[in-house]
């Protein structure tokens, strides 16, 4: 159970200062962990920084990193986010080329994933979608075929339901 | 008071206490450099600055107090990086000044320019750079702080040249009072619990390590095991912290630790581990590592406690405290034991030391590495700060000379580094002018900071180094002998210059010893001597270290000697 690796999610305080995102970088890279998504930001308070950050790993893997992180003199704070607990969302800006053909479906795909286009430029539109991970990645499932130029995802941000 | 950078940076280090600096000048540090003269710092030119950190080291080691380097920026900052990793991996308390080029010409490729806050940051406990002249002072003192407290550690501020000749407004920091050490904490409900566990266990030990040398915490453990009658070893790091002259001293475990440690480790029922971190070197295979043991571990960093080895009963504290706490538990309980309590135990283990003692097999031809070391205890009365380089010199002195004091030894530990014990030992002696200080050497690593010696000629500073001189790369060509069939690749080193011409040359007496009878005399006409000397003894070529558990496997499978099996 223990050793059963899936996705975490941690949240850390952290000084907003040059080089604090490349110590927590390098103290998960150090040890051979992935960073699998990323989002910081600024707290309301400047000084401070929020960083999300997911890593596929299990259990026992995440409490060292989380002591880890720990150690750093930046780091105020680590906690791991937890499904139930938290709301956790992504967002993804997509670009198609837009046929005659692929119209329709395009917006029935936008409609189904509540997105919306964001810009439209001739042949070219970017479509916004918002959701959980989950949500996007059968997002991009469904417009593959239909012919992805390109695609930005913010990774996850995530907020705890309850203080 | 408007102030120049270089000025505050010299006004910051007295605040906190500093009567010496390791450096090595350059470019970007003639600001520094100037007001240096002016001071009454003393300074002290090594010859590297890889020797500065070691330094710096040895002398935080000896004195427990944060020790200081002062390089200038490129090369003189990328030489530190050794040092400043190991500082790190044993956690030693020193504050690395690196020079860099002005702000403006960061990031230019200036000449003598070197990232070294990115490059020192995953060995470092924290770095700084100081960007502007009015954060100068405060990162001082905060580097300082940082280094010193909690779990002890390295610290970089890497000064650019513009922020020292840049003036601002300087208000010294109130003088810090002397804070009354509080009473000991009330006992925890974890404590309560491992009060019981001891109060049951049949068959307990203590496993102490370098936070209790770090954390000052010798007398607390010296009480609590006494009053508890636990056997006690302690790791490399953690040696004198409990004396070995005690009754209840097992011996260093591990690797190279003693027959007896490791039968105590894996047939106790209750494990106590203070101020260490389960080292693969101490542990061997996890699997089989104390696994009858109940495990209680107590650290002042969280990181370390869970990390290797998974306990039941997890403290987060610093040892002193803990121990401080623990004892008056003890005391208020009114806690009892006696040796007759644990009679089996002790006869357990008795059988152990007198089946396998720690030994080796004298000789009346060759010199053997062990009798220098033994001789050299015995000399000395074990009153000697000693400090090692790494290899088979750095076992057979943790075997063999007999710690009662805790940092009185100074090892490179967790890194390993060859080339740490002389410039390690320089900065000891120069914590202690008054004691004696020597080096136990190897001719392989005695080479790689030994123009160190122009620093100990210098300053007058005699530190005594005492070279095992077997003409190999002594531990490698043991492990090449015992697990690739005696292909020797690369260890020979026969090719080493004259140490005693060496000696010399630098301007100081050389002595060698070649054969057994030679070996005490030579050990007492160099101890006398009142300046830095070096003993080169020619030991037999090819001795091992033992007992030995191989790499990966159980602590209690260990190769031993001949002399060790009766």
């Not at chain 1, 003199?73 to 198609?96: F, G, K, N, P, W």
């Not at chain 2, 080691?61 to 990328?78: D, E, H, I, M, Q």
Request: glycine content about 8%; aromatic content about 6%.
């Amino acid at each position: 159970m223990e050793k059963q690796k899936k996705e975490h999610i941690l949240s850390l305080l952290v000084n907003n200062k040059p080089d604090v995102l490349a110590r927590v970088a390098g103290t998960l890279g150090g040890r051979g962990y992935n960073i699998d998504t990323l989002c910081v930001d600024a707290t309301l308070d400047p000084k401070i920084s929020k960083i999300i950050l997911s890593v596929y790993q299990d259990q026992s893997a995440i409490t060292k990193i989380e002591k880890q992180l720990l150690r750093l003199i930046d780091v105020h704070s680590v906690s791991e986010l937890t499904e139930t607990e938290t709301v956790m969302r992504e967002m993804m800006l997509v670009r198609m080329k837009l046929t005659e053909k692929n119209k329709a479906d395009i917006a029935l795909i936008i409609d189904t994933f509540r997105g919306r286009v964001v810009t439209m430029n001739g042949d070219s539109c970017v479509i916004e979608i918002t959701g959980t991970k989950a949500d996007v990645e059968r997002a991009i499932e469904s417009l593959k075929p239909l012919g992805i130029d390109d695609l930005a995802r913010t990774g996850i941000v995530a907020l705890e339901r309850i203080k | 008071m408007k102030l120049k950078g270089a000025e505050i940076f010299i006004r910051a280090l007295k605040q906190e206490g500093i009567q010496t600096v390791f450096g090595y000048p350059g470019g970007v540090l003639l600001d520094i450099y100037d007001e240096l003269y002016r001071s009454d710092i003393t300074h002290i030119l090594v010859r590297h600055e890889q020797g500065a950190v070691h330094a710096a080291d040895g002398y935080a080691r000896a004195s427990g107090k944060v020790g200081v380097v002062l390089v200038t920026s490129g090369p003189g900052a990328t030489n530190t990086v050794t040092g400043i990793a190991n500082a790190y991996l044993d956690s030693i308390p020193i504050v690395v000044f690196t020079g860099q080029v002005p702000t403006a010409l960061i990031g230019t490729d200036a000449f003598q320019e070197a990232d070294i806050v990115g490059i020192t940051r995953p060995c470092t406990k924290h770095n700084f750079q100081v960007r502007r002249v009015d954060e100068l002072a405060r990162t001082i003192h905060e580097a300082f702080h940082i280094a010193r407290s909690g779990r002890p550690g390295p610290v970089l501020v890497d000064l650019p040249k513009d922020v020292m000749q840049a003036t601002t407004d300087y208000e010294p920091l109130p003088p810090k009072e002397e804070e009354p050490i509080p009473p000991p904490k009330p006992a925890s409900g974890k404590a309560l619990y491992v009060h019981d566990l001891i109060a049951e266990s049949r068959r307990p030990v203590l496993l102490t390590g370098g936070g209790i040398v770090l954390g000052r915490a010798s007398e607390e453990l010296r009480q609590m095991a006494r009053r508890t009658k636990m056997p006690v070893t302690s790791t490399l790091m953690g040696l004198g912290a409990f004396p070995a002259s005690d009754p209840l001293w097992l011996g260093m475990p591990g690797m190279h630790g003693t027959y007896y440690a490791n039968m105590a480790l894996t047939n106790c029922d209750l494990l106590i581990a203070i101020g260490c971190r389960f080292d693969d070197r101490v542990t061997g295979s996890l699997e089989t590592f104390a696994r009858k043991a109940k495990k209680v571990h107590v650290d002042v960093d969280a990181s370390s406690i869970n990390k290797n080895v998974m306990v039941d009963v997890p403290i987060v504290q610093d040892c002193k405290e803990a121990l401080r706490s623990f004892n008056k538990l003890l005391a208020d309980q009114n806690f009892t034991v006696s040796y007759e309590d644990r009679r089996e135990w002790f006869d357990m283990i008795e059988e152990w030391k007198r089946n396998v003692p720690l030994s080796y097999c004298p000789s009346d031809e060759v010199i053997k590495p062990q009798f220098v070391i033994e001789t050299l205890c015995n000399l000395t009365k074990g009153k000697a700060i000693i400090t090692t380089e790494v290899g088979q010199n750095q076992m057979w002195a943790a075997q063999f000379y007999k710690f009662d004091e805790p940092n009185m030894f100074i090892s490179s530990g967790g890194l390993g580094t060859m080339g740490f014990g002389l410039p390690a030992a320089i900065g000891a002696q120069v914590a202690f002018p008054d004691k004696l200080v020597v080096d136990i050497a190897g001719d392989g690593s005695i080479q790689m900071n030994i123009q160190e010696l122009a620093t100990a000629v210098q300053y007058r500073i005699p530190v005594k180094v005492v070279v095992l001189n077997n003409g190999y790369l002594g531990m490698v060509r043991q492990w090449q002998e015992l697990f690739y069939e005696k292909r020797y690749s690369q260890t020979d080193m026969t090719y080493a210059p004259d140490f005693v011409k060496v000696a010399e040359a630098y301007g100081t007496l050389g002595l060698r010893a070649m054969k057994p009878d030679e070996a005490a005399a030579t050990l007492r006409k160099g101890l006398e001597h009142p300046g830095p000397v070096i003993m080169d003894f020619r030991v037999a070529r090819e001795e091992c270290v033992y007992p030995m558990v191989r790499p990966g496997g159980s602590i209690q499978e260990m190769t031993l000697g001949r002399e060790m099996i009766n």
